[in-house]
């Protein structure tokens, strides 16, 4: 998958913050040397925020987000601003944008102090020094009254355009080796079985993105991976002539794979594997004892990070709702949100059900985790759901021990 093909789940997300007409847009374009953000001299061009995909050399693939204008005025100035201070929960690197011009303002420091609250990498900007020059003990006022390191520039001639390119990447978030996917779970040389049902929900001529995503990934580690579909992986086992280091199943063909595969081979699934990827393995592990917990009227918030047709047997609007509703014997109310929308209040669910969070980057997923620890709310995904309610959870997180330790902690505490 080449650059421009990265999924901007997968991408550093880059965002401009600042007050109206400070120059967002056109630090935008002058950073990727492209007119791809519109500029004006009217204030409040930029309105909802926009994202664009590039590349920025040497750190790669990234999105840049252009925000509305932190002083935006009046009811709707103000939701958009609720929507700039909502991108914070999925940015890597926030840039903070000075109007030389105009200086400081209350908006600025307003959103340092968010930035910094989040412990998210953070770089100013003091723009339009073409109109406003500023020399260095300037720029040291500027970076003791907000406590941020800045650097001049000016988005119309370029001036340090170059420098400000330098900061970014110096403080450019490296996880690759920390977050892989499955490379850490197999070496050279070792066979991995994927089996990948054909699902109806599944474009057609193409794989759905996280079985694209592994199978790149298992190939950067020089092993070997074989694809089969759930009614041949007996087939697939019995001529392969060499035990596999592991197989990964889609989570709703869990009972036929586990069936298939003998006990001494790992198995795990594609939804599990990005729960770890993109979130918190052991939390969400947590939040599956809590199913049996849940009692008649309690409401359960499902949510999806992406938006698909609804298919007839769609998982969750129908799989799921009765997967619970037979495990517990209870009558329940379940709730839905999709996309980039996520509740800010959670206390009136008992449970939180998420997608594998494929369509997000790990920043946005970790927050909305941490959204429901820091609310009491359970949380657990798709997959790791499927397995609780189908007796294999155990097994399926085997591969990794610390989180199955953490499971046996809590099955012994809860009474089994």
């Not at 965002?15 to 953000?37: D, E, P, V």
């Not at 926009?50 to 693939?61: S, W």
């Not at 001049?152 to 996917?181: M, R």
């Not at 699934?269 to 052991?282: P, V, W």
Request: overall charge neutral; proline content about 4%.
């Amino acid at each position: 998958m080449s650059m421009n093909q990265t999924p901007r789940s997968n991408r550093i997300h880059i965002a401009l913050f600042g007050n109206r007409n400070a120059g967002k847009s056109s630090i935008i374009n002058a950073l990727t040397g492209q007119n791809i953000a519109i500029v004006s001299d009217v204030k409040g061009t930029t309105t909802d925020p926009v994202y664009k995909t590039m590349e920025l050399l040497p750190v790669g693939p990234v999105v840049f987000i252009d925000t509305a204008g932190l002083d935006d005025e009046g009811e709707l100035g103000q939701l958009r601003k609720e929507k700039s201070f909502e991108v914070l929960n999925k940015t890597d690197i926030a840039l903070i944008l000075i109007d030389a011009t105009i200086g400081i303002t209350s908006y600025d420091k307003e959103i340092v102090k968010l930035v910094k609250s989040k412990e998210i990498p953070i770089q100013g900007i003091l723009n339009k020094i073409d109109l406003q020059s500023a020399d260095k003990e300037e720029l040291q006022v500027l970076e003791t009254s907000l406590g941020i390191p800045f650097i001049s520039v000016s988005a119309s001639t370029g001036e340090n355009i170059s420098l400000l390119k330098k900061a970014i990447i110096k403080i450019a978030p490296n996880e690759e080796d920390k977050f892989k996917i499955v490379g850490d779970l197999v070496s050279s040389g070792d066979f991995v079985i994927l089996v990948i049902p054909i699902d109806k929900a599944a474009p057609k001529g193409r794989l759905i993105l996280p079985q694209q995503q592994t199978i790149r990934d298992i190939l950067e580690c020089d092993a070997i991976t074989i694809v089969t579909k759930e009614y041949e992986l007996r087939d697939t086992l019995e001529n392969l002539g060499k035990k596999p280091a592991l197989v990964i199943t889609d989570s709703q063909a869990f009972l036929k794979v586990a069936a298939d595969t003998p006990k001494d081979i790992p198995l795990t699934s594609f939804s599990i594997l990005f729960a770890r990827h993109k979130g918190d393995l052991a939390e969400l592990v947590k939040g599956a004892k809590s199913i049996e917990t849940l009692q008649n009227g309690d409401s359960i918030l499902v949510a999806e990070a992406c938006t698909h047709h609804q298919q007839a047997d769609d998982i969750a609007h129908v799989k799921i709702p009765r997967w619970i509703r037979q495990l517990t014997g209870k009558n329940l109310n379940f709730e839905y949100c999709a996309g980039t929308q996520f509740p800010r209040d959670l206390q009136k669910y008992k449970l939180i059900i998420h997608c594998g969070g494929c369509m997000l980057n790990r920043r946005a997923m970790v927050y909305r985790i941490s959204q429901a620890v820091e609310a009491g709310i359970p949380i657990v995904n798709y997959g790791v759901l499927i397995a609780h309610v189908q007796g294999i959870l155990e097994r399926v997180i085997s591969p990794f021990p610390q989180v199955k330790m953490l499971w046996e902690e809590n099955e012994s505490v809860m009474g089994g």
